[in-house]
């Protein structure tokens, strides 16, 4: 008896459509930027004091899906943000479908693009929970740090997107690719003492009357110092990485990627002194946040442009049979 194949509906829509290469990278691009609107988005209910605005989750209310007239501009402004996680979901599942219709299967990027739906759908539920928390602080914390890890798997993907299916081919020695995962941590730590000194700080994401949201027991200017301590860590060893990228002569995006990061470093430091002595203004810690998400994107490239992938060949359409003149 022949075996019955294995049908799916995406092995029946790949049958039918295959998208080009082009298509595959924008699919995978739209979800990286609807990655990075997210992380915005979110830091400005935070900063717009309407972390409760609603009030209970998955409903906005305990009697209402979405919003009322009484919850006013709070109330819309998380409840947007809620809706636009239904974008982000929407631009994740093309980039899955493409990479899994494109010819030949793109495997690897179709994990990726799997990957990044179950973080969405857990970040989903964080989010959900930290509402039920009353915004405790370090729910919030996990929140910022679960949807960086959207960003990190949403760039691979778009990085992978641009490159064959082949074995990943060193174009550096190991050490120059230890050295560009080092580099990576430290902005990771960067980011991450970000997390702390927000939950330290003066946007607990309500009104400020409201006393009852709890901050995180630390010291707020002990670890802004701590922040800035990492942040002059992560300019001196990208600038060392400018260096030694140089006398190894690396390959030129590598080179390129590593200035732009140490520009974008020196931006988001100034935006940080800034907005430090200035009793921590909304607009620039919003865009102190869109700033981090940028230079965490511009680290992860880094090692990306380290080592190459070959493409592998379409496999070939089996020939066709001619039938052959029935002999007397």
Same mark, same amino acid.
């Given at each position: 008896?022949?075996?019955?194949?294995?049908?799916?509906?995406?092995?029946?829509?790949?049958?039918?459509?295959?998208p080009s290469a082009a298509m595959v990278k924008r699919a995978a691009f739209a979800a990286l930027v609807m990655s990075v609107v997210i992380v915005v988005t979110g830091g400005a209910v935070r900063l717009t004091a309407s972390g409760l605005g609603c009030t209970t989750w998955p409903r906005c209310t305990d009697?209402? &899906?979405? @919003?009322t007239a009484e919850m006013g501009f709070h109330g819309v402004v998380e409840f947007t943000n809620r809706m636009? $996680?239904?974008?982000?979901?929407?631009?994740?599942?093309?980039?899955?479908?493409a990479a899994r219709c494109a010819r030949p299967r793109r495997r690897g990027l179709t994990k990726l693009g799997w990957a990044q739906f179950w973080l969405v759908m857990s970040n989903a539920v964080l989010g959900g929970i930290t509402?039920?928390?009353? &915004?405790? @602080?370090?729910?919030?914390?996990?929140?910022?740090?679960?949807?960086?890890?959207?960003?990190?798997?949403? $760039?691979?993907?778009?990085?992978r997107s641009k490159e064959g299916?082949?074995?990943?081919?060193?174009?550096?020695?190991?050490?120059?690719?230890?050295?560009?995962?080092a580099l990576v941590g430290v902005i990771g730590l960067l980011v991450a003492a970000g997390t702390l000194v927000?939950?330290?700080?003066?946007?607990?994401?309500? @009104?400020?009357?409201?006393?009852m949201v709890?901050?995180?027991p630390l010291d707020y200017d002990r670890l802004a110092q701590a922040h800035a301590d990492l942040a002059f860590l992560s300019i001196g060893l990208s600038i060392a990485v400018i260096f030694v990228f140089a006398a190894v002569k690396a390959p030129p995006a590598a080179r390129a990627r590593a200035r732009e990061l140490l520009v974008g470093l020196l931006l988001q430091g100034v935006i940080g002194f800034v907005q430090y002595f200035t009793d921590v203004p909304e607009l620039l810690v919003g865009l102190h946040?869109?700033?981090?998400?940028?230079?965490?994107?511009?680290?992860?490239?880094?090692?990306l442009a380290l080592r190459t992938r070959e493409h592998t060949p379409t496999p070939a359409a089996p020939p066709t049979r001619t039938p052959q003149p029935a002999t007397a």
């Amino acid at each position: 008896m022949d075996a019955v194949p294995n049908t799916t509906p995406f092995s029946l829509l790949a049958e039918r459509w295959q998208p080009s290469a082009a298509m595959v990278k924008r699919a995978a691009f739209a979800a990286l930027v609807m990655s990075v609107v997210i992380v915005v988005t979110g830091g400005a209910v935070r900063l717009t004091a309407s972390g409760l605005g609603c009030t209970t989750w998955p409903r906005c209310t305990d009697e209402s &899906l979405t @919003p009322t007239a009484e919850m006013g501009f709070h109330g819309v402004v998380e409840f947007t943000n809620r809706m636009l $996680t239904y974008v982000l979901s929407a631009a994740v599942g093309w980039a899955i479908i493409a990479a899994r219709c494109a010819r030949p299967r793109r495997r690897g990027l179709t994990k990726l693009g799997w990957a990044q739906f179950w973080l969405v759908m857990s970040n989903a539920v964080l989010g959900g929970i930290t509402v039920l928390t009353g &915004l405790n @602080p370090y729910t919030v914390a996990l929140h910022l740090i679960a949807a960086m890890a959207l960003v990190w798997v949403a $760039t691979q993907m778009w990085e992978r997107s641009k490159e064959g299916d082949g074995p990943a081919r060193p174009l550096v020695a190991e050490p120059i690719k230890r050295l560009s995962y080092a580099l990576v941590g430290v902005i990771g730590l960067l980011v991450a003492a970000g997390t702390l000194v927000t939950g330290a700080g003066h946007h607990p994401g309500t @009104p400020k009357d409201n006393k009852m949201v709890p901050r995180i027991p630390l010291d707020y200017d002990r670890l802004a110092q701590a922040h800035a301590d990492l942040a002059f860590l992560s300019i001196g060893l990208s600038i060392a990485v400018i260096f030694v990228f140089a006398a190894v002569k690396a390959p030129p995006a590598a080179r390129a990627r590593a200035r732009e990061l140490l520009v974008g470093l020196l931006l988001q430091g100034v935006i940080g002194f800034v907005q430090y002595f200035t009793d921590v203004p909304e607009l620039l810690v919003g865009l102190h946040m869109l700033g981090a998400t940028l230079i965490w994107i511009a680290a992860l490239r880094i090692p990306l442009a380290l080592r190459t992938r070959e493409h592998t060949p379409t496999p070939a359409a089996p020939p066709t049979r001619t039938p052959q003149p029935a002999t007397a």
